[in-house]
């Protein structure tokens, strides 16, 4: 039964939307917690407890670089169950109508490294 509870607490963390987002958002690359929260137009605290499910679930890990804490899949596999559903439901492995696209960098009002890099080029 083991297998059966490990399996099932993975499957409890991806039936969730707004985790579902956050892993779409990191299947492109690592991400720090200010840049999820403006992608998602959730509160820092929010969306902290949905990375904290997320990783408990073992579906991201993080790393820490001075003050701040970048999430990324723990393993990349998590990305094709998800392509694997929405074809299920869709026909089409990636975005459909209905899935909101993910925004390509800099995401406006957002204040994460990654994104003051872009808009200063």
């Known amino acids: 039964m083991r297998g059966y509870e490990q399996q099932a ?3 409890k963390a991806l039936a969730h939307p707004v985790r579902l987002r956050i892993l ?10 200010c ?13 902290s407890q949905q990375l904290a499910i ?3 679930a073992g579906l991201v890990s993080d790393r820490r670089d001075g003050l701040i804490i970048y999430y990324r899949l723990h393993d990349k ?6 392509s694997a559903v929405r074809e299920m439901l869709t026909g089409q492995p990636e975005f459909a109508e209905g ?7 800099p995401v406006s009002g957002c204040p994460c ?9």
Do not use: F, N
């Open 9 to 11: 607490r993975i499957m």
């Open 35 to 47: 840049h999820l929260t403006t992608v998602l137009g959730a509160r820092q605290p929010y969306v």
């Open 54 to 56: 997320l990783r408990e």
């Open 24 to 33: 779409d958002i990191l299947r492109r690359e690592e991400e720090c917690v």
């Open 99 to 105: 899935w909101p696209p993910i925004p390509e960098r």
């Open 113 to 121: 490294p990654k994104c003051e890099v872009k808009r200063s080029d």
């Open 77 to 82: 596999r998590v990305a094709k169950v998800i």
